[in-house]
């Protein structure tokens, strides 16, 4: 299988979106998360707590037109959509979150990256109105997180043999602006992993995109 061009990968990424990045992570780490807010792809803004001495970590804010092309990328998993209005909102959030190892995320035991955005997650889901699919902020983050895990595991071994690119995912809900016109009739179907298919370009289809806003 041929690697995608970087026109190809660029493609697939939205601007003003929000992005969970996972990289493979080598020896230091299993994967290494980071969140990524294309401005004007590929460059953009990316999030990721990083411990480079092996006994501190400090949180990495960087812009610069790499996070969608590190051959390391095995997953790109878009949360959501940003409308313009709010994108200073969130990148205020995103640089707010601490590094506190004494504060751990509800999936796991000790502090990581992965931790790290989980906590972002939750941090954005208090500062914005998320609507009715982050009622419940820990089942959400539960679900993304195995989600994330379960495509980075399937696609990890391609990407190591620079046999093929990083998958690019989109969540399930859809989330409303308005939270007066936000109805639920029951009848959808629950989607899993297994139930998403990938288009010709690599990318994954059947999954419509959120819109993120800010509180009122």
């Given at each position: 299988?041929?690697?995608?061009?970087?026109?190809?990968?660029?493609?697939?990424?939205?601007?003003?979106?929000?992005?969970?990045?996972?990289?493979?992570?080598?020896?230091?780490?299993?994967?290494?998360?980071?969140?990524?807010?294309?401005?004007?792809?590929?460059?953009?803004c990316?999030?990721?707590?990083?411990?480079?001495?092996?006994?501190?970590?400090?949180?990495?804010?960087k812009?610069s037109?790499?996070?969608?092309?590190?051959?390391?990328?095995?997953?790109?998993?878009k949360?959501?959509?940003?409308?313009?209005?709010?994108?200073?909102?969130?990148?205020?959030?995103?640089?707010?979150?601490?590094?506190?190892?004494?504060?751990?995320?509800?999936?796991?035991?000790?502090?990581?990256?992965?931790?790290?955005v989980?906590?972002?997650?939750?941090?954005?889901?208090?500062?914005?109105?998320?609507?009715?699919?982050?009622?419940?902020?820990s089942?959400?983050i539960?679900?993304?997180?195995?989600?994330?895990?379960?495509?980075?595991q399937?696609?990890?071994?391609?990407?190591?043999?620079?046999?093929?690119?990083?998958?690019v995912?989109?969540?399930?809900?859809?989330?409303?602006?308005?939270?007066?016109?936000?109805?639920?009739?029951?009848?959808?179907?629950?989607?899993?992993?297994?139930?998403?298919?990938?288009?010709?370009s690599?990318a994954?289809?059947?999954?419509?995109?959120?819109?993120?806003?800010?509180?009122?």
């Amino acid at each position: 299988m041929a690697l995608p061009s970087i026109t190809e990968i660029v493609r697939e990424f939205q601007d003003h979106a929000l992005y969970i990045m996972i990289y493979d992570g080598g020896a230091l780490e299993d994967f290494l998360w980071s969140i990524y807010v294309p401005m004007n792809r590929p460059w953009g803004c990316s999030w990721c707590a990083k411990n480079r001495s092996g006994s501190e970590w400090e949180l990495e804010r960087k812009e610069s037109n790499m996070a969608p092309l590190d051959r390391r990328l095995v997953v790109a998993y878009k949360v959501g959509s940003i409308p313009w209005s709010n994108l200073k909102k969130i990148r205020e959030t995103l640089d707010d979150v601490e590094i506190d190892d004494s504060c751990l995320s509800i999936t796991s035991t000790a502090f990581n990256s992965q931790v790290w955005v989980e906590n972002a997650l939750v941090a954005l889901s208090q500062t914005l109105q998320l609507g009715e699919g982050f009622a419940d902020v820990s089942e959400e983050i539960r679900q993304i997180g195995a989600d994330v895990i379960y495509w980075a595991q399937t696609n990890r071994a391609s990407v190591q043999a620079g046999e093929g690119g990083p998958l690019v995912l989109a969540r399930a809900e859809m989330l409303l602006e308005d939270e007066d016109a936000i109805q639920s009739d029951g009848d959808d179907e629950e989607r899993g992993p297994k139930d998403i298919e990938r288009s010709n370009s690599g990318a994954i289809e059947g999954i419509p995109p959120i819109d993120i806003v800010c509180a009122k």
